[in-house]
């Protein structure tokens, strides 16, 4: 595997499951990022890890739950999800002293039913 | 961090350059510029930064104004891979790896 990878790459669920986001990044980084895009909307940061410790925490509401084991794997857990986070989920990953270079993975496209 | 300005949308031609502009007169002496670029249906990619001086890699060259106001990507020799939206973002402030995507421009590479 190369770049970063995110698992899965679609996902349906309901309003009361919970489920979990995967990210693995290979390219030595040390920091991660998890963005929502919503249809017709611009990407909007969600978190940011920085050497496995958590940096930003943009106002997002407590169904979502970050998770950063190590520096190449991050996790967002899901529950109790509104229709309205349908949207695509990008990891991004970077050199911690290059936070503005960021790569990202193919994204999970996430349907809440 | 300070905002940027481009046009919604532009075509060109395959095999010609593409020169996206973008306007950020509001950008601080510390913020760089970065660009990214979004295929449908893929997650955005990184293709070029700079701070004054203009910029030369693989992928594109970066013309920034002496006052810093405004900047130009260029895409030498555009292919039909190339047709996304490119995002024009300024970043280096405050807030710790945060890049603020706006709506971008969207390039259309014609045949």
């Known amino acids: 595997e190369t770049g970063v990878t995110q698992t899965p790459r679609h996902l349906v669920m309901g309003m009361t499951n919970k489920k979990s986001l995967k990210c693995e990044q290979h390219?030595?980084?040390?920091?991660m990022y998890w963005y929502k895009q919503s249809a017709k909307k611009p990407l909007e940061l969600m978190f940011v890890?920085?050497?496995?410790?958590?940096?930003e925490n943009n106002s997002v509401p407590s169904r979502f739950s970050p998770e950063c084991p190590n520096s190449s794997h991050l996790f967002l857990h899901l529950h109790t999800l509104q229709p309205e986070d349908s949207a695509l989920y990008l990891c991004?990953?970077?050199?911690?002293?290059?936070?503005?270079?960021?790569?990202f993975g193919p994204g999970t496209r996430l349907t809440v039913t | 961090d300070a905002k940027t300005t481009q046009p919604p949308s532009m075509d060109c031609a395959e095999g010609r350059a593409a020169n996206l502009p973008c306007n950020h007169s509001t950008i601080s002496g510390n913020e760089y510029v970065y660009w990214y670029r979004q295929i449908h249906s893929q997650g955005p990619q990184y293709i070029i930064h700079?701070?004054?001086n203009n910029e030369t890699n693989e992928m594109a060259s970066l013309i920034i104004t002496e006052d810093r106001k405004s900047s130009t990507l260029i895409l030498p020799h555009a292919t039909l891979r190339d047709t996304a939206v490119y995002y024009c973002?300024?970043?280096?402030?405050?807030?710790?790896?945060?890049?603020?995507f706006g709506q971008g421009t969207i390039l259309t590479v014609h045949p």
């Open positions: 973002i300024v970043s280096g402030g405050t807030s710790y790896g945060k890049l603020t």
């Open positions: 700079g701070l004054k």
């Open positions: 390219l030595g980084h040390n920091a």
């Open positions: 890890y920085s050497l496995e410790e958590r940096v």
């Open positions: 991004a990953s970077s050199l911690w002293d290059r936070p503005y270079e960021q790569y």
